[in-house]
């Protein structure tokens, strides 16, 4: 059985950091890409980073650049999300996501496996 579960999430105030992981089990982890996307309540899901098999970083948005990085431990099936500075528009369900490929993809549904969300929310 896929499964992707996020954990991490939480209440942070503006500057503050968080870490997100992502723990994946019935597939194999390495041959795939991981993407992290998030969705605000009343607007559209948001594609953030991925990242290859081969630890390659993609930034799909803007507004994280610089901010956000990504990484991956194939030895223990994980992925994580290092977010620093986080702003009140950080606030979101951020969701992990494996596309069947070792190829990035901003679109959300390229991606087959998907986490059920963890909430992070960031106050001023």
């Known amino acids: 059985q896929v499964q992707l579960v996020e954990s991490g999430g939480g209440s942070v105030q503006a500057g503050d950091s968080l870490r997100l992981s992502c723990a994946a089990s019935?597939?194999?982890?390495?041959?795939?890409?991981i993407g992290w996307f998030r969705q605000a309540p009343g607007k559209e899901r948001e594609g953030l980073l991925c990242?290859?098999?081969?630890?390659?970083?993609?930034v799909y948005a803007a507004s994280v650049k610089g901010r956000f990085t990504l990484s991956r431990d194939n030895a223990k099936n994980m992925a994580s999300l290092q977010m620093n500075s986080l702003k009140p528009d950080d606030t979101a369900k951020y969701y992990c996501?494996?596309?069947?490929?070792?190829?990035?993809?901003?679109?959300?549904?390229?991606?087959?496996?998907r986490g059920q969300g963890t909430q992070v929310t960031v106050s001023s």
């Open positions: 019935g597939f194999t982890f390495d041959y795939y890409a």
């Open positions: 990242i290859t098999t081969i630890n390659s970083n993609t």
């Open positions: 996501a494996a596309p069947h490929s070792r190829v990035c993809n901003a679109n959300w549904y390229a991606y087959d496996f």
